[in-house]
């Protein structure tokens, strides 16, 4: 069967929930579209409580790999203005050939113009049918 021409589709919107050293869970909405027959790009929004997405992304990226190779796998962290983290912004998370994390910013506008035509809301669905919508 041929891959859909109509990239990307949304796989997944939902929560993250993941739980550092520090032993406090965090949550964050977590939106996953399909940009490639074996590549998928997943977008974390940071609400500004517990640990950040930046110091977690090892954490986020190990468990996408119990579904995507990890050469499949695209991390970018949404910071909307009401997480307190500045202006509302986006950064892509990547490995260094040396294993290092690294981040680029992005553009608003590129990401939009590529994975539709809005960005997940600045919080957590409350109810299924809040995030069957997205």
Partial sequence: MPPPTNWPPVLQADTLTYTPSNGIP???????????????????????DGMSITNAIHHVHFAMQAVWPADAIRLIEYYPQASGCGPDHLDEAHLTPSGQW???????????AELGPTLPPATAPSTPSERETR
Avoid: F, I, K, N
């Avoid at 939106?31 to 490639?36: E, K, N, Q, S």
């Avoid at 690294?102 to 939009?112: M, T, Y």
């Fill in 26 to 48: 965090a949550t964050r909405p977590m939106t996953v579209w399909r940009t490639g027959p074996r590549h998928v790009t997943v977008l974390l929004t940071e609400l500004g």
């Fill in 102 to 112: 690294a981040w680029r910013r992005l553009s608003r506008e590129a990401l939009l």
